[in-house]
């Protein structure tokens, strides 16, 4: 009873926080747009009795994922929005790695420190940090002023309201999950190891190669996801930094949902979201399954 209890507790968090949430907005993508309160047909209701409720998943239909289909807006922003996660969570990991490597080695004492310094940002609103690279990133922000001040440039760079804004953004916001699950997995890694490859005749580089890339790859692996996962559907980011260029799916989603008040699809735009992130995770995780058991 008490396995059952732990194992019990967490499952009704998902239930309860995830599942049912999920399942009505799945009911909602396969509803019709109303001007109504809310602004969608049909509604359940109980007390018209099984007839009611036969009525009700009658008038259910998969309209809206056909009408995605058939627009090219959706299918852009779905394909920009990937683009744009995997190429920020590529940038990410090269800037976070090296950091990770360096606090893994860094003396016990600094650990500490280095870590505090890393989630120092989180103390701030996200919101007040993006409008800060608004101003740092604007023709006449800071980063351009200094460099016409260096001689670098002869006049302003145009980097707000592009994806190169949005790539800033993202990796500066999300670096620190990008560092932690790295520099966990880092920091126990048994030194030895690495000492046992350069008596064997490797270099540092080859060491590192062969010795702290392969084990480090739970935490990069991590890591990864959490960039990866939030950036896909971004909002504020794009937004205030990309402009009205920058097409993302989390754009559409809002603009559908309070622009447009079109919830049914919205929600058949966030059901096909979610879908795009979870499958890729399941295949992930019974592919590491597999592994584990064929190496014991």
Request: glycine residues 4%; contains cysteine; negative net charge.
């Amino acid at each position: 009873m008490r396995r059952l209890l732990l194992i019990a507790i967490p499952y009704a968090w998902l239930v309860a926080l995830f599942l049912v949430p999920f399942l009505i907005v799945v009911k909602i993508s396969l509803s019709d747009v109303q001007l109504s309160i809310p602004p969608y047909t049909p509604t359940l209701e109980f007390s018209a009795g099984w007839t009611g409720i036969r009525d009700f998943f009658s008038q259910l239909d998969f309209e809206n994922f056909v009408f995605l289909t058939e627009d090219s807006l959706y299918w852009k922003a779905y394909l920009s929005s990937l683009q744009i996660a995997l190429v920020s969570t590529a940038l990410t990991l090269m800037v976070g790695y090296p950091i990770a490597l360096a606090m893994a080695n860094a003396e016990q004492a600094w650990r500490p420190t280095l870590m505090m310094l890393v989630i120092l940002p989180f103390w701030t609103s996200f919101l007040i940090r993006v409008y800060a690279w608004m101003g740092i990133l604007s023709t006449e922000g800071f980063l351009n002023q200094f460099l016409l001040w260096t001689g670098v440039i002869s006049e302003p760079l145009t980097i707000l309201n592009t994806r190169v804004a949005v790539y800033i953004g993202i990796v500066y916001t999300y670096l620190p999950f990008m560092i932690l699950p790295i520099y966990a997995t880092l920091e126990k890694l048994d030194v030895s190891l690495l000492e046992a490859a350069e008596d064997l005749g490797c270099t540092r580089r080859q060491a590192f190669w062969l010795v702290t890339a392969p084990l480090s790859k739970p935490g990069v692996i991590a890591g990864c996801f959490l960039v990866f996962i939030p950036a896909i559907g971004e909002f504020v980011i794009p937004s205030l930094l990309g402009g009205s260029q920058t097409l993302m799916i989390g754009k559409v989603l809002w603009e559908e949902f309070f622009s447009n008040r079109d919830w049914p699809v919205a929600s058949a735009v966030a059901v096909v979201l979610l879908l795009i992130l979870v499958i890729p995770i399941i295949l992930f995780q019974r592919n590491e399954q597999r592994q584990r058991e064929a190496e014991q």
